[in-house]
């Protein structure tokens, strides 16, 4: 492990406080943040902001106008697009799809209907979700592998199925609590 974590500051540039992989590609006016790490075939588009020491996976698509904080984590094969914001300590499943427009056409431009969605810090979308557009993944919630989301998610909240629905409470650390959510009794 320490030599993997050796190699990765040495490939970190001495110019750029954060490692792009040689198969990224980089559009002018992205803002990336110090100990960021974006690997294979990634794709970073204009006016992009993407805080410290996030990871972003292979085959990610990332902009343009999104906002990612610090401490994100995305996984292989993600494509974020303009009107999502992800805030701090977010965990985003591999293959995980987000929406911007209700009702898409290919002939039709709809870039004026975007949508906001946002993810609240330290929310966890798990892999091969559906975020719907418009809507709010509170903090700390745990979206499940697979769950198409429709409506808002409450923090701490589970969301799993299609289309997604309650199935209980999850604390800041982790622990499932199922429905009987008080004081965590690993972190408190």
């Not at 992205?30 to 410290?52: A, D, L, Q, R």
């Not at 911007?100 to 929310?123: H, M, Q, W, Y």
């Amino acid at each position: 492990m320490k030599k993997i974590l050796n190699m990765i500051k040495n490939l970190i540039k001495k110019d750029k406080p954060y490692f792009v992989h040689e198969s990224s590609c980089i559009d002018d006016n992205v803002e990336i943040g110090e100990g960021t790490k974006i690997w294979h075939f990634t794709h970073i588009m204009g006016n992009t902001k993407i805080g410290k020491n996030c990871s972003i996976g292979q085959n990610v698509t990332i902009g343009p106008h999104v906002i990612v904080g610090n401490n994100v984590k995305i996984q292989n094969n993600v494509s974020l697009y303009e009107g999502l914001i992800v805030e701090d300590d977010v965990f985003i499943g591999p293959s995980a799809v987000f929406t911007n427009v209700t009702n898409p056409r290919a002939t039709i431009s709809r870039k004026d209907e975007f949508k906001i969605t946002l993810l609240k810090k330290g929310c966890s979308i798990g892999a091969n979700a559906t975020i719907i557009c418009g809507n709010v993944i509170g903090e700390y919630a745990l979206v499940g592998a697979g769950a198409v989301v429709t409506k808002d998610v409450d923090p701490h909240n589970i969301f799993i199925g299609n289309p997604a629905i309650y199935k209980g409470m999850i604390c800041k650390c982790g622990k499932n609590y199922g429905k009987d959510y008080i004081v965590c009794d690993r972190c408190k």
